[in-house]
C-alpha cells in the first residue's frame, strides 16, 4: 500500500481526481452507491464524542431507509488502531469513523479510508475554513472525510489579574513576553503561561501559526519540514522565556496546574475553542473572571492562528454502502438542525462556518459575562492556516514528547532547538524505515 500511497500523493500534487489503481481507497464509493430507495441501509458509526448517539437519533427519525448505529469507542488513538486491524484483516470496520485531522493521512496510507469526491460530501467545501478543508482532502482533489469539529486556538486570561496590573492584552509576542515578565515580577509564584512538554497537538498549533507545515508531498516523496524556520522560531521563543524563568515549564492538565488555574498563579492559558469546557470542570470557581482575546501575533498585520484538535467524519473503504454513509457525513456536518444537535449535545466547536454561527448564539456559561466570545472564536477560526500531517504523526509526536520534556527540564534556550533537530530527524527516520521514500 505505501507504495501506491506514494504515488497518489503525487498524483494529488498534480490535481488529480485520486490515488492509483494500485490503491482500493475509492473502491468503497462505487460499492452500494446506486441504492434503491426503498432498500434499508444499515450503517454503523465508530466515534467517541459524547451523546452522539442522540444526535444521530434526528438523522434515524427522518432517514427510516438509512439507519446508523453509533459504536462508542475508547477515542483517538485506540479507534485507530482498532480500525487498522480490521482493515488489515479484511473484516470487521465500521461504514464510517471519527477520525482526527492529523491522523487521517495514516489511514490513508492504511487504505482505511474512501475518496468521497464522487459523493455529494464533495460539495461542502464552502462550508468550511481552507486550512480545515485541506486537512482532509490532504491538499489534493482526493476528499476523505467531511470536517465536524475545530479548534481555533486563541487566549485565555485573567482579566481581573490584568486590571489590577495595568496590563493590556498582548496582541503581539513581543508583548505577551514583557507582560508574562510584569505578572511573574508581581508575584514570583504567578506565571502567565507554562510551556507543556506533554502536549505535541499544543505546539503543533503554536508552529502552525507560525506559517509551519511539518509534512509535504516534494515529486514522488515525502518531505519533513519540522526542522525549519517557523518552528524554529517558536521553539526558541518559548525556551527564551522557560530560560528567563518568566514562564513556568511545568505540563497542563496535572493536579498542580489546575491548583494554578483556580489561585490565580496561572493567569493565561492558549488554549482552543474548547478551553471553556476545560476551565469550568478544571476551576469552575473563577467563572467570570477569565476572558477570551485572539493569540498574540508574530506579525499584527497578518492576523493567524493555529489549530489544537478537531476530528471529522469519515467513510472506511470496507463500507459497502459508502454513498449513503458520505449522505449521512455530510447532513451530520453541515445540516443546521445537525450543527445545533452537535453543539447542544456533544458541546464541540463545530468546523461549518454557518452552522456555527446560527447555533452559538449565546457565550459559554463560564464566559456569560463576555458576550462577544463566539464573535472572537470565529474570527480566529477564519485564520487557520493550512498544515499537512504525515503518516506518522504518532512518531513525531511521541519524539516531541520526549525530547521537549528534556528541554523544558534543562531550561535552556539551546535545548530548545536541539529538540526540533531531533523531532526532525526521528520522524524522517521513521519514514525510511517504514517504507517511504523521503526528500
Request: a negative charge; hydrophobic letters at 40%; one cysteine or more.
Amino acid at each position: 500500500m505505501r507504495k501506491s500511497f506514494r504515488a497518489g500523493a503525487v498524483a494529488m500534487l498534480a490535481a488529480a481526481a485520486m490515488l492509483t489503481a494500485g490503491c482500493s481507497g475509492t473502491s468503497g464509493t462505487d460499492a452500494g452507491s446506486a441504492n434503491d430507495p426503498n432498500q434499508k441501509v444499515e450503517l454503523t458509526y465508530w466515534a467517541w464524542a459524547p451523546n452522539l448517539d442522540k444526535v444521530v437519533e434526528v438523522w434515524n427519525e427522518k432517514n427510516p431507509n438509512i439507519h446508523v448505529t453509533v459504536n462508542k469507542q475508547d477515542g483517538g488513538d485506540p479507534a485507530v488502531t482498532k480500525l487498522l486491524t480490521a482493515v488489515k484483516a479484511g473484516s470487521g470496520a465500521p461504514d464510517l469513523i471519527q477520525a482526527e485531522y492529523q491522523k487521517i493521512p495514516t489511514l490513508v496510507a492504511a487504505d482505511a479510508l474512501a475518496d468521497l469526491s464522487g459523493t455529494e460530501a464533495n460539495e461542502t467545501k464552502s462550508h468550511f475554513p481552507e486550512g480545515v478543508w485541506d486537512s482532509v482532502t490532504l491538499g489534493g482533489d482526493a476528499l476523505y472525510a467531511v470536517p465536524q469539529d475545530t479548534g481555533p486556538m486563541v487566549f485565555y486570561y485573567r482579566a481581573d489579574i490584568f486590571e489590577k496590573l495595568g496590563l493590556s492584552v498582548p496582541t503581539t509576542w513581543d508583548e505577551y513576553a514583557q507582560a508574562a515578565k510584569a505578572v511573574h515580577a508581581a508575584d514570583p509564584e504567578a506565571y502567565l503561561g507554562t510551556f507543556s512538554s506533554n502536549d505535541a497537538g499544543w505546539f503543533t498549533g503554536m508552529a502552525q501559526q507560525a506559517g509551519a507545515s511539518w509534512w509535504g508531498v516534494d515529486g514522488d516523496a515525502w518531505s519533513v519540514n519540522i526542522d525549519e524556520d517557523p518552528t524554529n522560531k517558536v521553539a526558541e521563543y518559548w525556551g527564551g522565556l522557560v530560560e528567563e524563568g518568566t514562564i513556568d515549564n511545568k505540563p497542563m492538565y496535572t493536579p498542580e496546574w489546575n491548583t494554578a488555574l483556580n489561585t490565580g498563579k496561572q493567569v493565561g492559558w492558549l488554549s482552543a475553542a474548547w478551553g471553556p469546557g476545560v476551565l469550568s470542570g478544571n476551576a469552575g470557581a473563577t467563572a467570570g473572571l477569565w476572558k477570551v482575546a485572539p493569540m498574540p501575533q508574530w506579525d499584527a498585520s497578518k492576523p493567524s492562528t493555529g489549530n489544537w484538535g478537531g476530528s471529522s467524519t469519515a467513510v472506511t473503504t470496507q463500507s459497502k454502502n459508502a454513498e449513503a454513509a458520505a449522505k449521512f457525513a455530510t447532513w451530520l456536518n453541515t445540516d443546521p438542525e445537525a450543527v445545533q444537535a452537535l453543539v447542544k449535545e456533544t458541546g464541540v466547536y463545530p468546523a461549518d462556518n454557518a452552522g456555527a454561527k446560527s447555533a452559538l448564539t449565546a457565550a459559554p456559561e463560564f464566559f456569560s459575562h463576555q458576550p462577544d466570545f463566539y464573535e472572537v472564536v470565529a474570527d480566529a477560526a477564519q485564520n487557520v492556516g493550512s498544515f499537512t500531517y504525515g503518516p506518522n504523526v504518532n512518531v513525531a509526536f511521541n519524539a516531541y514528547n520526549d525530547q521537549f520534556a528534556k528541554a523544558a527540564q534543562a531550561k535552556q534556550k539551546s535545548a530548545f532547538s536541539d529538540a526540533v533537530k531531533s523531532m526532525q530527524q526521528v520522524t524522517v527516520e521513521d519514514l525510511k524505515q517504514t517504507g517511504f521514500t523521503v526528500k
